[in-house]
């Protein structure tokens, strides 16, 4: 097998020709057929988490066949699986005991602490991959793995929210920004000040209004979701809500956020974090998007170019997201 690997944080990822690994007890072999770029995969590769394991394979977002199973699994060779960044769970900590296993204990994570999907096979947790329909097409089926998938629980942390803010229009604000208009909700988008091109590319995905993370939006927020990990925009968001309005940061990592007067958060204003996945949202999710359906927008790019699709994601210059293909 091929794979993309990350030898220490900061450095280019290196291509590298390994055995074929075997799949242990409840595990499956996947060979990989599409891997959808994140910002997490970002944040691995720039050392901005604590200790991955290493070397790692990056890339949580991974779409492909069953080529091998280990003993106890119940997946059939050659079904269609999304393997999401919840790669194992303990099951028996106080958080997996209480419906909460995206905030376990000891858990691992795709492409973090086991390795992931650039490349052209993985293995994994059994239990932790969705079955996929044979009607998703695989390109398109890969950012909801991940954007998706969090995008959706970031929504769900938002509550009732009629009109809603979106900071930061990548992949995920892209697939969630066409739910909430499915679920009649206004969609506020707010990208980088001057980024006209992605302030178009957020109406053309059903946006009421666009603008730039500087601007004040027509209309007051109930609710916020910031995608972009800026940490200035926790209290440009909660100067946009309206009383009781809720900020949910859906990222992994955000620089610091600075500090502001009280008044901004007073009025029963929050701020909330999303963590991760529960199986719960992939199955919600995935049984959801087809019936909005969510479009994704993708841009492919050849495995042995995952340093080049993850420099475009940083500096901005994609519309949707990149999916490598091995
Ligand atoms: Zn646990
Ligand atoms: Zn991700």
Redesign the pocket.
């Known amino acids: 097998m091929r794979a993309m690997v990350m030898n220490r944080p900061r450095e280019r990822l290196v291509l590298e020709e390994r055995p074929e690994p075997a799949p242990g007890p409840g595990e499956i072999l996947v060979r990989v057929e599409a891997c959808g770029v994140c910002r997490t995969d970002l944040h691995v590769v720039d050392g901005d988490l604590p200790d991955p394991k290493l070397p790692i394979v990056p890339g949580h977002e991974i779409v492909g066949r069953v080529e091998a199973a280990g003993a106890g699994v119940a997946l059939v060779l050659g079904a269609r699986v999304g393997v999401p960044w919840l790669g194992h769970?303990?099951?028996?900590?106080?958080?997996?005991?209480s419906a909460r296993?995206n905030?376990?204990?000891?858990?691992l994570f795709t492409g973090y602490t086991r390795d992931g999907g650039f490349a052209t096979h993985a293995v994994a947790d059994a239990a932790y991959a969705f079955p996929l329909g044979e009607d998703l097409d695989t390109v398109a089926a890969a950012p909801l793995l991940c954007a998706g998938l969090i995008g959706w629980r970031s929504l769900k942390a938002a509550g009732e929210a009629e009109a809603i803010g979106l900071y930061g229009f990548g992949a995920a604000a892209h697939i969630i920004a066409q739910v909430c208009r499915w679920q009649g909700r206004r969609v506020f988008a707010f990208t980088k000040p001057g980024d006209a091109a992605g302030q178009n590319f957020a109406r053309s995905m059903g946006a009421d209004w666009a603008g730039g993370s500087d601007e004040t939006p027509p209309a007051p927020l109930d609710a916020a979701i910031l995608f972009a990990p800026v940490g200035a925009l926790v209290p440009a968001a909660l100067a946009a809500v309206r009383k009781g309005g809720r900020v949910v940061c859906a990222g992994i990592h955000m620089s610091d956020i600075p500090s502001f007067p009280y008044r901004v958060l007073w009025e029963e204003r929050s701020v909330v974090s999303v963590a991760n996945l529960t199986r719960a949202d992939g199955d919600e999710f995935l049984a959801l998007a087809p019936r909005v359906p969510v479009r994704t927008t993708t841009r492919p790019y050849p495995l042995d170019q995952a340093n080049e699709a993850l420099e475009d994601l940083r500096a901005g210059r994609l519309e949707g997201a990149a999916v490598l293909l091995p």
């Not at 769970?89 to 005991?97: A, E, K, M, Q, V």
């Not at 905030?103 to 858990?107: G, Q, S």
Request: net charge negative; aromatic share 6%; charged share 20%.
């Open positions: 769970t303990c099951g028996h900590c106080p958080y997996c005991r296993e905030l376990c204990d000891a858990p």
